[in-house]
């Protein structure tokens, strides 16, 4: 991986979901800055990401659950001294029917996409505010936030809230800590190429404006830009990463 044109050196990183897909990307790309990274999930990964001889830590922990996840940043600070950034990463959903899926389903679902980042970012907020420098908190979001999510309804809801959220905090937390949330858009991860396929992959990237689906690591990209004193003044913010935007509705082609 080629070195990034931002300098984390000695910044403390922590991300949720860090282990695959967006969020390996995240933690790949901050530590190919300098960073030190610490990554979270429920189940350890099978290979620790390890960019230039920087070897991300890996602590277990479930995000849903709030005294796990105040463990966790406790754990960091006691090992680090301080935490930097927090990237909110982990969510997602499986295809469901909203008018025939269980209470609990959607209890689930909210819990890991708006709760857990919820709890994360109270943890870390409570660090940052008496630190030096403050900090910076980083929701990632997706396009189903802002239309139509059929089929995953819940999941769009929860993502809609995690939009809001990062904008009622920004106006709590500032100015010692800047929240922003980064909407996703279509990102070509081994997951999407499941669900799409590969025709589905490809009608879908004709249909972009950047002709393309986006790549894990244009979001890695977006977090080291929000992360960065490059945005110092931004703070409540919605970055859009969805490649010029796509259809209102999108459906799984075979």
Known sequence: MPESEFN????????????????AAITESFLAAGAIVVMCARKPPDKIPTVEGRVAEF????????????????????????????????GG???LSTADSSPRLFDSIVELNLLGPMYCAQAANKVMQVQNGGGAIINIASVSATRASPGTAMYGAAKA???NLAQSLAAEWGPKVRVNVIVAGLIATPDAEQYY??????????????????????????????????SSYISGAQLAVHGGGEPAFIFKMD
């Open 8 to 23: 984390f050196q000695g910044s403390v990183i922590a991300i949720t979901g860090g282990t695959k897909g967006i969020g």
């Open 59 to 90: 602590q277990s922990c479930d995000v849903r659950k709030a005294d796990a996840v105040s463990s966790w940043i406790e754990s960091i600070v006691a090992k680090h001294g301080r935490l930097d950034v927090l990237v909110n990463n982990a």
């Open 93 to 95: 959903t499986p295809e």
């Open 161 to 163: 809230g995690l939009v």
């Open 197 to 230: 396929g590969p025709r589905g992959i490809e009608n879908l990237a004709s249909g972009l404006p950047l002709k393309r689906m986006g790549k894990p690591k244009d979001i890695a990209e977006a977090c080291l830009f929000l992360a960065s004193t490059a």
